[in-house]
T-cell receptor
């Protein structure tokens, strides 16, 4: 039984570029959430997708957008990258009220 | 005041010690509570859920105090392999969804 998977593992971009991160939830899970974790901080909720729609959104600008596909996989898109977007981006899928995290994508913006 | 607060530490303890962490939360409508373990540059892994009656799993015990709005994690007989960051997560229901808020984590270093 595969857990939550994410790609790519690492990514280096420059300011102003755009990035797409991908996530496949744990088998049987239909809800996907995305988090940003800066160094020394806890994960910060970006948004949650369920039935291909954004169900909830955290305090992140519109530069952060997402999508969920019919197979429940999801993408996180970030436009106009800033240096401050450098972080570990975590995807989690839900089983009830419990979140299970993927290995994350480490994004570095230069 | 932050929604979920943790002492970042680090807590530096010898092998075999007992160590306890607390996590306070501000939203009295919070419904479920969790402890996660996060190793350096890795993803958080669920350690245990925290129930009103408390929860014990081997050397780990988690407690919930709703009146004072905090959860705790007790680790007995610490092992070197317990060295990690421990994150607490507090769920509130928002628009029909469970949305967790995480603390910044408490760093534990267990030394020989």
């Amino acid at each position: 039984d595969a857990g939550v998977t994410q790609s790519p593992t690492h990514l280096i971009k420059t300011r102003g570029q755009q990035v797409t991160l991908r996530c496949s939830p744990k088998s049987g899970h239909d809800t996907v959430s995305w988090y940003q974790q800066a160094l020394g901080q806890g994960p910060q909720f970006i948004f949650q997708y369920y039935e291909e729609e954004e169900r909830q959104r955290g305090n992140f600008p519109d530069r952060f957008s997402g999508h969920q596909f019919p197979n429940y996989s999801s993408e996180l898109n970030v436009n106009a990258l800033l240096l401050g977007d450098s972080a570990l981006y975590l995807c989690a899928s839900n089983h009830g009220d419990t979140q299970y995290f993927g290995p994350g994508t480490r994004l570095t913006v230069l | 005041r932050k929604e979920v607060e943790q002492d970042p530490g680090p807590f530096n303890v010898p092998e075999g010690a007992t160590v306890a962490f607390n996590c306070t939360y501000s939203n009295s409508a919070s419904q479920s509570f969790f402890w996660y373990r996060q190793d350096c540059r890795k993803e958080p892994k669920l350690l245990m859920s925290v129930y009103s009656s408390g929860n014990e799993d081997g050397r780990f015990t988690a407690q919930l105090n709703r009146a004072s709005q905090y959860i705790s994690l007790l680790i007995r007989d610490s092992k070197l392999s317990d060295s990690a960051t421990y994150l607490c997560a507090v769920n509130a229901v928002t628009g029909g969804s469970y949305i967790p808020t995480f603390g910044r984590g408490t760093s534990l270093i267990v030394h020989p």
